[in-house]
């Protein structure tokens, strides 16, 4: 599991926000970026879905908990060194940064215990269905399950967001992933990402 944890994160929460720290868990591919078509990309900033960055710096200065998350099979089955995948997620990390998205943890999963190969063939807690990316931000920074939201395309984090007593909002994508029957208590479907988060920001401003 790669985990990347911002330099940001230590940051005093804003004024009038310190109280229960409700996260954001948003799915990496097919909710924030566009995955093209064939290859492994080098980041580039029209990888990001349309709107998506200033929807997270809204959602970031409105007091939300940011974490990035997914299963990262193009390293885990090889098709991806690790030395691409993490200059991959450096650029991007720092893409957010600079543009003022505070990002508090990025969590990739490259295991895979049937199809990996070699050292990423193994177990991991943080393999999306698995709870292990909401209940390590419990851990370390105190965030509150109940009133967080796992963000995605595919029933694979929505499950484990439902799992772990989020809340979850699911994201068209171009491969209409989440288009049939969901399996877990969905609260809503939003269009695209900044759809769904400008509508969390809402709620929490209300809140």
Request: proline share 4%; net charge negative.
């Amino acid at each position: 599991m790669f985990n990347h944890t911002s330099n940001q994160s230590n940051l005093a929460p804003l004024e009038g926000t310190d109280g229960p720290r409700r996260a954001l868990f948003v799915k990496r591919w097919g909710t924030l970026l566009q995955r093209p078509e064939s290859g492994f990309p080098r980041f580039d900033p029209d990888l990001l879905a349309p709107g998506a960055l200033e929807a997270l710096f809204r959602a970031s200065q409105a007091g939300w908990w940011i974490y990035l998350m997914g299963n990262e099979d193009d390293v885990a089955h090889g098709r991806v060194d690790m030395e691409t995948w993490e200059q991959f997620e450096r650029d991007l990390m720092d893409h957010l940064s600079k543009n003022g998205v505070r990002v508090i943890r990025s969590y990739a999963c490259t295991d895979d215990s049937v199809e990996g190969v070699k050292e990423h063939c193994k177990e991991s807690v943080y393999r999306l269905p698995n709870t292990g990316v909401m209940y390590h931000a419990y851990q370390a920074e105190g965030v509150e399950l109940k009133s967080s939201w796992v963000l995605g395309n595919e029933t694979l984090e929505l499950a484990a967001g439902w799992r772990a007593g989020c809340l979850t909002a699911g994201i068209l994508s171009d491969s209409d992933d989440i288009s049939g029957p969901l399996e877990t208590d969905t609260a809503f479907v939003a269009p695209d990402l900044r759809g769904a988060l400008e509508a969390l920001v809402t709620t929490l401003r209300a809140a």
